[in-house]
């Protein structure tokens, strides 16, 4: 079983609409969840942090941790074309500071 | 500087030959890592050097692989011997340990590896 694991996708959704992105870790001990963007061809970028069970909301982004569950999901809200991209999980299971990616899910918002 | 330096941006080595990859980190950034990422694939970690501290090694796929970091600045990646397999993008972060957002790793363009 992969440390952290995501549906590669692609997922389609016509814009406007929600957007939701899952992300199931195997660590219980995991305190520290994280999702980056990455533009094709291009690196990585933070866009959410959440460490607490719950929802943070960060404009039209809301992450969601359910650590009971073991996973953590993203929500974009009113999808633009410009949120397409391939979106990755990170988890910091040993709280050092080495995070552990998943595959990523590939989002593709339509007009 | 202002962002992750990495070079070469792209490389094309005969298989068998060793190569070096760098990363030069924002300054002041103590924390710095290598992932390096198939096609279509996620990040794979493979070391993180952290302050004086021992460098955390655990991700290197193999003993021909090897990094430095010399004056807790500029880190160098060597790939001996390189197999096709090593062929993938070589993604190089940094972030300050202590810092509110020191998971906001900033990544380099990365090197973009080619054994043929």
């Known amino acids: 079983q992969k440390e952290v694991e995501q549906n590669s996708g692609p997922l389609s959704v016509p814009e406007g609409a929600i957007a939701s992105l899952n992300c199931t870790y195997s660590?219980?001990?995991?305190?520290?969840f994280f999702w980056y963007r990455q533009y094709s061809g291009k690196s990585p970028e933070l866009i959410m942090s959440?460490?607490?069970?719950g929802d943070k909301e960060d404009g039209r982004f809301t992450a969601q941790l359910n650590k009971a569950s073991q996973y953590v999901s993203l929500l974009i809200r009113d999808s633009q074309p410009s949120d397409s991209a391939t979106y990755l999980c990170?988890?910091?299971?040993?709280?050092?500071?080495?995070?552990?990616f998943g595959q990523g899910t590939t989002l593709q918002v339509k007009p | 500087g202002a962002g992750v330096s990495q070079s070469p941006s792209n490389k094309v080595t005969e298989k068998g030959k060793d190569v070096e990859l760098r990363c030069d980190p924002i300054?002041?950034?103590?924390?710095l890592y290598w992932y390096r990422q198939s096609l279509g694939q996620g990040l794979e970690f493979l070391i993180y050097?952290?302050?004086?501290?021992?460098?955390?090694k655990s991700g290197l796929p193999s003993d021909r692989f090897s990094a430095e970091r010399t004056g807790g600045s500029v880190s160098t990646l060597t790939i001996q011997r390189t197999q096709q397999e090593d062929s993938a993008v070589y993604l190089c972060?940094?972030?300050?340990?202590?810092?509110?957002?020191?998971?906001?790793?900033?990544f380099g363009s990365g090197t973009r590896l080619t054994v043929v």
């Open positions: 990170a988890v910091d299971p040993s709280n050092t500071g080495k995070l552990i």
């Open positions: 959440i460490y607490s069970n």
């Open positions: 050097f952290q302050g004086n501290s021992a460098p955390d």
């Open positions: 300054s002041g950034h103590t924390a």
């Open positions: 660590d219980r001990v995991s305190q520290s």
């Open positions: 972060a940094s972030s300050q340990r202590g810092q509110p957002d020191y998971h906001g790793y900033t």
